[in-house]
């Protein structure tokens, strides 16, 4: 596996780039990064990404099997091979973009997902409820983020230390090819775990958390402390 950071070259040829990617259309940044992997148009999605501005540029970290190619000169990438040694009772930071949602069958039985932030406020009857007793939109991501994070990482090989849950964006995404524009939600949840199953957490790491990778979501950064 390898892991790169990736920024644009800052050069005026890059200049309508960056104004498009300002735009924050996760699906067309999807787009150009699976161009770094164009020797096989065929292959699948095999890679996690992760955007985070700096300086105002756009700046993304990626996750991939196959080393990522710059064939039109437009990126800068630094990589290395992404191998972590892990060991049971491990503490680690981490930082995670979430997609965190709850899965319900409909009337015809059919499952869909719900964004969950917007669950518990329905549930809580949060536009009867007074605004001085109503829980703000920060507390009910918070709950959301910890409601949705700590049965993940118990199945896959860790237990959840400490959490800060930031950055609720609720995301409107639309593809040239469907008319119908596509809907999510993303929280920044960053603290600190405690490693129960190495091989098991070393899998999810290379796989990914949640749904939504294709928009960004689901990598999930480590550093030692």
Request: aromatic share 8%; net charge positive.
């Amino acid at each position: 596996m390898y892991l790169s950071r990736i920024r644009l070259c800052t050069d005026s040829n890059t200049g309508a780039l960056a104004r498009q990617l300002c735009e924050s259309d996760s699906y067309r940044e999807h787009q150009m990064l699976w161009q770094l992997f164009g020797d096989n148009p065929d292959a699948k999605r095999d890679f996690l990404f992760r955007r985070d501005d700096h300086n105002g540029w756009p700046l993304f970290y990626l996750l991939s099997k196959r080393m990522p190619e710059d064939r039109n000169h437009i990126w800068q990438i630094d990589h290395k091979e992404y191998q972590p040694k892990l060991y049971k009772e491990q503490k680690l930071a981490f930082s995670l973009r979430a997609n965190p949602v709850i899965t319900r069958k409909d009337q015809s039985g059919k499952s869909k997902r719900h964004d969950l932030v917007m669950d518990l406020k329905k549930k809580s009857d949060w536009k009867k409820t007074s605004k001085n007793d109503r829980a703000t939109i920060h507390a009910l991501a918070r709950q959301a983020g910890e409601t949705w994070l700590t049965p993940r990482l118990e199945r896959n090989g860790a237990e959840l230390q400490t959490l800060n849950v930031d950055g609720y964006i609720q995301h409107l995404n639309r593809k040239k090819s469907q008319k119908k524009a596509i809907r999510y939600s993303t929280l920044d949840l960053k603290g600190t775990l405690s490693v129960t199953d190495p091989e098991i957490f070393t899998k999810a790491l290379f796989q990914g958390i949640g749904p939504a990778k294709a928009f960004g979501c689901g990598l999930l950064l480590i550093r030692r402390l």
